[in-house]
């Protein structure tokens, strides 16, 4: 009964960058081999990324998944590790992990359960294996066990659940191999991060380890691998109810590895892992940013990032999260090999402040109804962070397009009968400039887009919407706003002081009508809180107001009014939503018509909900 070294690893992937995505894959296992690891979890498809999506759906991707095997198995002499990837089996694929030990094939474990919620569609691709079942498949021509199947190598039973498999309640397959006498379980996963989500894997992963009487390694992909999701790269070890491991998460790092010793004798005490803290919601948010900032930069091969900078919360959150980027990321990784992955080597001489300012235009674009508090406080914070500042004005633009309509229509439009379109030339103007800007410096339009104003509509299509990516689109205005305050204070982002003062306004009408964004629409904090019933719950005009209604928020016919308001305008305004720039999946849910959330663009828009409300 001696101890094992037990390890798990997670590396950075992206879809169809084979040569990558074998080298991460190589250099994990040849560093495991090093530190002398017997037994080492790789995540969930980790061979061809999980983000393939219709891609799954071809012959060639798996054939060629596949043929990437040899090479890796050739890196296992004295180790055991899983090789996570597509098989097609009897003209069904399957998510699959391939266990290997010493350069030799033992088995193909397939997946038992499908995930289908929230930003999941993985029935669209895979079949679940059929619990209990085990067929034979060949591989490069010899026969191996395929299916629900166990391994015993030497004093462990070991099993397997991959990701979904694992959150399965009393179905999951830990249960049966409980009953089989399986005592390590590995769990290669690609469970993507949302903010406060690893407190659900921390309960489950300690949780399994002591219903099951099991040790129990936990290893999820990481970084920004596709686009939307991000994978923290959380590394877990439990045996019996302890945490022994539990690795740091949103690493920029290309791989990364952890390890301890363990026995399965209690009385050999394990080597003591290190167990990181988590990380307060507020921590997390620009951590998972600036990976995914930096993943998206380096993956889509531009030179940087541009930014329509309002002045405003929105843009001022955009801003702080690519100064942290270049921050955090050279912290991490050191500024030779931040500049190295994205081929910048020639800054080696820069300081952080002056990396930002060769990655990110910012842009003041100010009309008749801007004012300077918001001029200044876009140059002040700008200027803090290090990031290029243009300021101009677009009344030309403006005028140009308004007098043309009125030449034609043959009347002068007036606030009083054409106030919203007078409000949306002015954003509308501001897009193409700010798109020459982009293009001429090969850079990503960053478009502000929260998820509160994104459920309502409360922006102009072609305007403020215009952008390349929309970084902060899944969370929600009012946890921004306390986010600013939080970063101003902790994070020493003094720049944001002018910004935190100021209440939300877009400036699209005159000065004198005093405009702010929660007399346009209803408080934030209320919103949110709608949202939550109404979208993330799935509940009725009538079930939200008797919800909210018992929290005392504000008066009863006040909340009905915001009610009636938020379906209104959620209903007329889904074609927006299927028109917004590619957004990071942050929070635990988002307005994502692809990956979340799903609703007609014609609807009744809850006449009969609305009226028994």
């Given at each position: 009964m001696r101890s094992y070294r037990i390890a798990g690893a997670t590396v950075n992937q992206t879809p169809l960058d084979w040569s990558n995505n074998i080298a991460h894959l190589k250099q994990v296992i040849k560093l495991a081999k090093e530190a002398?690891?017997?037994?080492?979890?790789?995540?969930?498809?980790?061979?061809?990324?999980?983000?393939?999506?219709?891609?799954?759906?071809?012959?060639?991707?798996?054939?060629?998944?596949?043929?990437?095997?040899?090479a890796l198995i050739a890196e296992t002499e004295?180790?055991?590790?899983?090789?996570?990837?597509?098989?097609?089996?009897?003209?069904?694929?399957?998510?699959?992990?391939?266990?290997?030990?010493?350069?030799?094939?033992?088995?193909?474990?397939?997946?038992?359960?499908?995930?289908?919620?929230?930003?999941?569609?993985?029935?669209?691709?895979?079949?679940?294996?059929?619990?209990?079942?085990?067929?034979?498949?060949?591989?490069?021509?010899?026969?191996?066990?395929?299916?629900?199947?166990?391994?015993?190598?030497?004093?462990?039973?070991?099993?397997?659940?991959?990701?979904?498999?694992?959150?399965?309640?009393?179905?999951?397959?830990?249960?049966?191999?409980?009953?089989?006498?399986?005592?390590?379980?590995?769990n290669p996963s690609a469970s993507h991060f949302a903010m406060g989500k690893t407190h659900e894997r921390i309960e489950l992963v300690a949780d399994s380890s002591k219903n099951f009487a099991c040790t129990y390694v936990y290893a999820n992909l990481l970084g920004n691998e596709a686009g939307r999701m991000i994978y923290d790269g959380e590394i877990m070890i439990a045996q019996k109810g302890t945490m022994h491991l539990r690795s740091q998460l949103l690493s920029f790092k290309d791989y990364h590895l952890d390890w301890i010793d363990i026995a399965l004798d209690e009385s050999i005490k394990?080597?003591?892992?290190?167990?990181?803290?988590?990380?307060?919601?507020?921590?997390?948010?620009?951590?998972?940013?600036?990976?995914?900032?930096?993943?998206?930069?380096?993956?889509?091969?531009?030179?940087?990032?541009?930014?329509?900078?309002?002045?405003?919360?929105?843009?001022?959150?955009?801003?702080?999260?690519?100064?942290?980027?270049?921050?955090?990321?050279?912290?991490?990784?050191?500024?030779?090999?931040?500049?190295?992955?994205?081929?910048?080597?020639d800054w080696e001489g820069l300081t952080e402040k002056e990396i930002v300012g060769k990655l990110f235009n910012t842009a003041y674009q100010g009309t008749v109804n801007s004012s300077d508090t918001t001029l200044n406080a876009a140059k002040t914070l700008a200027e803090s962070i290090g990031a290029k500042f243009y300021n101009w004005t677009i009344d030309d633009s403006v005028k140009a397009y308004t007098n043309t309509i009125e030449d034609v229509l043959e009347r002068k439009l007036t606030w009083e009968q054409d106030d919203l379109a007078l409000q949306n030339i002015q954003a509308r103007a501001r897009s193409p400039i700010i798109w020459m800007l982009t293009n001429i410096t090969n850079t990503l339009l960053l478009t502000t887009s929260n998820r509160s104003e994104g459920d309502v509509g409360y922006a102009t299509m072609d305007g403020d919407t215009s952008g390349s990516l929309a970084p902060i689109s899944s969370v929600d205005k009012h946890y921004i706003r306390q986010w600013l305050h939080y970063a101003e204070k902790e994070l020493g982002y003094s720049g944001l002081a002018p910004i935190n003062v100021l209440p939300p306004t877009a400036e699209l009408r005159p000065s004198d009508q005093k405009q702010t964004d929660e007399d346009d629409l209803m408080p934030y904090h209320i919103m949110v809180e709608i949202e939550r019933l109404a979208i993330k719950d799935h509940r009725s005009p009538k079930e939200v107001f008797e919800l909210l209604v018992k929290e005392d928020l504000e008066p009863a016919e006040l909340l009905k009014t915001h009610i009636i308001k938020f379906y209104q305008l959620w209903s007329r305004n889904q074609w927006k939503r299927e028109r917004l720039a590619p957004a990071f999946h942050l929070d635990e849910f988002n307005v994502d018509p692809r990956t979340w959330c799903r609703f007609p663009i014609l609807s009744a828009g809850f006449i009969e909900e609305l009226q028994e409300l």
């Open positions: 002398k690891v017997e037994i080492l979890c790789l995540p969930e498809l980790a061979i061809t990324a999980y983000g393939c999506e219709d891609l799954f759906l071809s012959e060639w991707l798996p054939e060629k998944a596949k043929s990437f095997l040899p004295g180790i055991l590790t899983t090789l996570n990837l597509p098989i097609r089996h009897e003209g069904k694929l399957y998510n699959c992990s391939v266990v290997v030990q010493n350069k030799a094939i033992l088995g193909v474990y397939a997946k038992q359960y499908m995930a289908l919620d929230g930003v999941h569609y993985e029935p669209r691709w895979f079949n679940p294996w059929p619990v209990g079942v085990v067929k034979e498949i060949e591989l490069f021509g010899e026969s191996y066990p395929i299916g629900d199947i166990t391994f015993d190598i030497e004093n462990w039973k070991l099993g397997f659940e991959i990701c979904e498999d694992a959150w399965r309640g009393k179905d999951r397959p830990a249960c049966r191999l409980y009953e089989k006498g399986v005592n390590l379980i590995l394990p080597t003591p892992g290190k167990v990181a803290p988590t990380l307060s919601k507020e921590e997390e948010f620009p951590q998972a940013s600036a990976l995914a900032l930096y993943d998206y930069l380096r993956k889509s091969r531009s030179n940087g990032y541009t930014l329509s900078l309002s002045g405003g919360a929105d843009s001022a959150t955009c801003a702080v999260m690519v100064a942290e980027m270049v921050r955090r990321g050279v912290s991490e990784i050191g500024k030779t090999a931040f500049l190295s992955k994205i081929n910048r080597a």
